[in-house]
Nanobody, 123 residues
Framework: QVQLVESGGGLVQAGGSLRLSCAVSRGTFSLYTVAWFRQAPGKEREFVAAIGGGGSTPAITDSVKGRFTISRDNAKNTVNLQMNSLKPEDTAVYYC????????????????WGQGTRVTVSA
């Protein structure tokens, strides 16, 4: 069973930065597409970013483009989400998810999920 564990969440002031990490165990990490989704209170889960296993261009949602960067370290079986210039509207629980399939912005495309890490951005 594939396991994903997120870390790096916390409380930060607007304009600050956080770096989230997703550690993936079991399976062939280099073959996984790994994505980040987030869910704000009272809202549906939304796609943030994804990165394929083959070095393809990452996908990033427009609302965070230019502020967030997704990267992977195949030697450490981790995917990172660097979040800069954070805004209060970035407040959410952030989840990483994995699939052996192609990069997708649909949560239903990802069979493996972590438990989430909370990010709170104060004004």
């Amino acid at each position: 069973q594939v396991q994903l564990v997120e870390s790096g969440g916390g409380l930060v002031q607007a304009g600050g930065s956080l770096r989230l990490s997703c550690a993936v165990s079991r399976g062939t990490f280099s073959l996984y597409t790994v994505a980040w989704f987030r869910q704000a209170p009272g809202k549906e889960r939304e796609f943030v970013a994804a990165i394929g296993g083959g070095g393809s261009t990452p996908a990033i949602t427009d609302s965070v483009k230019g502020r967030f960067t997704i990267s992977r370290d195949n030697a450490k079986n981790t995917v990172n989400l660097q979040m800069n210039s954070l805004k209060p509207e970035d407040t959410a629980v952030y989840y990483c998810a994995a699939t052996y399939g192609m990069t997708s912005d649909r949560s239903s495309s990802y069979p493996y999920w972590g438990q989430g890490t909370r990010v709170t951005v104060s004004a």
